[in-house]
């Protein structure tokens, strides 16, 4: 009888220290968060699509960008005209924080000179300090 007591005492203690070590864990930060004492450069990061079709830039008369994340919409007038060479600003360090530090999917759609609709994805992520490019037609 003493040993059945002494085993089912082993048994109940074993479930609460199971119980306290698994509750009291601390959760891992967030990959999306950013440490408080990080040191940034001063530069101002804008990202550029390089849009071309057969070897030929794709001109756009206008054009934004949507987050597909948060459906944000984004425009770039403070860089017009527009130009010719088919390369758009898509992104900036102005958006920083609406984006996700592992990659957020971006939608470009733009209004060629005849009407037409274009529209590319791409993603594009950030390190903390600056946008990056993950994937997509990015000019360098």
Do not use: W
């Not at 944000?72 to 860089?79: H, I, K, L």
Request: aromatic share 10%.
């Amino acid at each position: 009888m003493v040993i059945a007591v002494c085993t089912s005492m082993k048994r109940i203690l074993l479930f609460y220290l199971l119980a306290f070590t698994l509750f009291s864990c601390e959760e891992d930060s967030s990959p999306e968060d950013c440490p408080d004492d990080l040191i940034c450069t001063a530069q101002f990061v804008v990202l550029s699509l390089n849009l071309e079709e057969d070897g030929s830039p794709i001109i756009l008369r206008d054009y934004e960008v949507l987050n597909l994340d948060n459906n944000n919409r984004y425009t770039f007038e403070e860089y017009a005209p527009l130009p010719a060479n088919g390369v758009y600003p898509v992104i900036s360090d102005g958006q920083r924080n609406e984006i996700n530090r592992e990659g957020t999917r971006m939608k470009l759609i733009g209004t060629s000179p005849n009407g037409d609709v274009y529209e590319t994805e791409f993603i594009v992520g950030h390190d903390c300090c600056h946008v990056k490019p993950i994937s997509g037609a990015f000019y360098d």
